[in-house]
T-cell receptor, first 112, second 113 residues
Framework: GQQLNQSPQSMFIQEGEDVSMNCTSS?????WLWYKQDPGEGPVLLIA?????ELTSNGRLTAQFGITRKDSFLNISASIPSDVGIYFC????????????FGKGTKLSVKP | NAGVMQNPRHLVRRRGQEARLRCSPM?????VYWYRQLPEEGLKFMVY????????ESGMPKERFSAEFPKEGPSILRIQQVVRGDSAAYFC???????????FGPGTRLTVL
């Protein structure tokens, strides 16, 4: 089945740094969502985007729905230790289809 | 706790046994979805249900897997005659009206010995 291309696969952060990650697809989506997953837990919805070009913030998180509908990015400003985890993008094609299509995730770790 | 509930959180089965995973959606949500996650992977869609109906099962393996969402009670994902390759985390999600805004439960980690 199709998957979204999410990058980077992993990154190390130092407290206070800004972080950027993105997701691309070969086909169009009507909705983009960003989730965070902590070890042993389920994904938690961070931001949902519904319109091409839409820019939405949730605290220190900002996400954009690409104008072509084939990509999205997530920025985290002034990172803090509790930001570590795995971030997933997910796309929905629209209509009554139930399935979200997920990227493989970006793993955020703290710089040693 | 008004979130999606799943139980058990961990399940160990021997090859050939049956696994039953339960999911109670958020209050007021009538759409339920099941996903499977292998280590280091994203979630893969399995099935989408509304009360007493399977809407989309395009991600379900053809054999041994079944799902239901009865009028009363939780949604059940059932895996018969489990094999080692079924070991994974299984997540349930629910939504209210918008099928694109899905909220996930904590998952059931299935280990097949």
């Amino acid at each position: 089945g199709q998957q979204l291309n999410q990058s980077p696969q992993s990154m190390f952060i130092q407290e206070g740094e800004d972080v950027s990650m993105n997701c691309t697809s070969s086909s169009i989506f009507n909705t983009w969502l960003w989730y965070k997953q902590d070890p042993g837990e389920g994904p938690v919805l961070l931001i949902a985007l519904y319109k091409a070009g839409e820019l939405t913030s949730n605290g220190r998180l900002t996400a954009q729905f690409g104008i072509t509908r084939k990509d999205s990015f997530l920025n985290i400003s002034a990172s803090i230790p509790s930001d570590v985890g795995i971030y997933f993008c997910a796309g929905h094609r629209g209509g009554s289809q139930g399935n979200l299509i997920f990227g493989k995730g970006t793993k955020l770790s703290v710089k040693p | 706790n008004a979130g999606v509930m799943q139980n058990p959180r961990h399940l160990v089965r021997r090859r050939g046994q049956e696994a039953r995973l339960r999911c109670s959606p958020m209050k007021g949500h009538s759409h339920v979805y099941w996903y499977r996650q292998l280590p280091e992977e994203g979630l893969k869609f399995m099935v989408y249900l509304q009360k007493e109906n399977i809407i989309d099962e395009s991600g379900m393996p053809k054999e041994r897997f079944s799902a239901e969402f009865p009028k009363e009670g939780p949604s059940i994902l059932r895996i018969q005659q489990v094999v080692r390759g079924d070991s994974a985390a299984y997540f349930c999600a629910s939504s209210q009206d918008r099928v694109n805004e899905q909220f996930f439960g904590p998952g059931t980690r299935l280990t097949v010995l």
